[in-house]
């Protein structure tokens, strides 16, 4: 299948590592111009150069805090400076910290909240002029399975990461009419580094082998396996593309199976 992606201008939010540079490196094997952004220069930079080494695609990085508006405003300028007009976008930011209610203060609760769902708030907001003055676009964001399934002591996560998911819903149906999509994108559990690092720390924390839990982790979903980075940046560089045309304000879950939730 030809997505149709070859020129377009995708932006990719935390894309220097983990799923999002699944999604940077799937969309620039497209033949898409990628504007990745991260919060560490050092990361960008190794990310933008393996990129460029295994894609030819055009690439370039630059400096993004997600929880800043300032720094949201200042990617897309230079994303339209560099490339002209943005036609995809993936929302994605880190997680707020764990922890159960009693444990969360106001600061805390605002804080998860700028983070988590102001951060989707405003990228959208920034691209949104350049989307509709080029007349399409394409909107993902990367959630979690805690929008059907709330995940224990991950409270603050479960709460703004719903309210991501009311967001996209509720624009699917504005955006619409000016042809411009959006998606959410949900991973399972995926084979990612922060996934290694916390199948290790489990592990030692219930005193088992690292082999043995991971297998009974594997175990669990009905694919008998985790997750690449591969095909989870496959399927969303599908959503973003004109491939999906007719798929808007829809949450597409890759997880093997394993959310129950309908």
């Given at each position: 299948m030809n997505l149709n992606l070859e020129g377009k201008v995708i932006m990719v939010a935390a894309g220097s590592k983990g799923l999002g540079f699944g999604v940077a490196q799937a969309v620039a094997q497209e033949g898409a111009r990628v504007s990745l952004a991260s919060r560490h220069p050092d990361h960008v930079a190794a990310a933008v150069t393996a990129l460029r080494q295994q894609t030819g695609a055009e690439v370039e990085g630059f400096a993004l805090d997600a929880a800043d508006a300032g720094s949201?405003?200042?990617?897309?300028?230079?994303?339209?400076?560099?490339?002209?007009?943005?036609?995809?976008?993936?929302?994605?930011?880190?997680?707020?910290?764990?922890?159960?209610?009693?444990?969360?203060?106001?600061?805390?609760?605002?804080?998860?909240?700028?983070?988590?769902?102001?951060?989707?708030?405003?990228?959208?907001?920034?691209?949104?002029?350049?989307?509709?003055?080029?007349?399409?676009?394409?909107?993902?964001?990367?959630t979690s399975t805690s929008i059907k399934e709330p995940i224990d002591a991950l409270l603050l996560s479960n709460v703004f990461r719903s309210g991501v998911l009311s967001l996209v819903k509720s624009l699917a149906t504005d955006l619409a009419a000016e042809n411009i999509r959006i998606n959410n994108l949900v991973p399972g559990?995926?084979?990612?580094?922060?996934?290694?690092?916390?199948?290790?720390?489990?592990?030692?924390?219930?005193?088992?082998?690292?082999?043995?839990?991971?297998?009974?982790?594997?175990?669990a979903i009905p694919l008998g396996r985790y997750g690449s980075r591969e095909e989870f940046g496959a399927a969303a560089a599908f959503l973003l593309s004109a491939a999906a045309s007719y798929i808007t304000?829809?949450?597409?879950?890759?997880?093997?199976g394993k959310t129950r939730a309908i």
């Amino acid at each position: 299948m030809n997505l149709n992606l070859e020129g377009k201008v995708i932006m990719v939010a935390a894309g220097s590592k983990g799923l999002g540079f699944g999604v940077a490196q799937a969309v620039a094997q497209e033949g898409a111009r990628v504007s990745l952004a991260s919060r560490h220069p050092d990361h960008v930079a190794a990310a933008v150069t393996a990129l460029r080494q295994q894609t030819g695609a055009e690439v370039e990085g630059f400096a993004l805090d997600a929880a800043d508006a300032g720094s949201i405003e200042a990617w897309t300028r230079q994303t339209v400076a560099r490339f002209g007009p943005v036609y995809g976008l993936l929302v994605n930011a880190g997680g707020p910290p764990p922890g159960k209610f009693d444990q969360f203060d106001d600061e805390a609760w605002l804080s998860a909240c700028n983070l988590t769902l102001m951060s989707a708030v405003r990228m959208i907001r920034a691209v949104l002029p350049s989307m509709r003055a080029a007349g399409e676009g394409s909107i993902l964001t990367l959630t979690s399975t805690s929008i059907k399934e709330p995940i224990d002591a991950l409270l603050l996560s479960n709460v703004f990461r719903s309210g991501v998911l009311s967001l996209v819903k509720s624009l699917a149906t504005d955006l619409a009419a000016e042809n411009i999509r959006i998606n959410n994108l949900v991973p399972g559990r995926m084979d990612t580094d922060r996934v290694r690092t916390v199948d290790r720390l489990t592990a030692e924390r219930r005193g088992m082998a690292l082999a043995d839990h991971v297998q009974a982790e594997a175990t669990a979903i009905p694919l008998g396996r985790y997750g690449s980075r591969e095909e989870f940046g496959a399927a969303a560089a599908f959503l973003l593309s004109a491939a999906a045309s007719y798929i808007t304000g829809a949450t597409l879950m890759v997880d093997g199976g394993k959310t129950r939730a309908i």
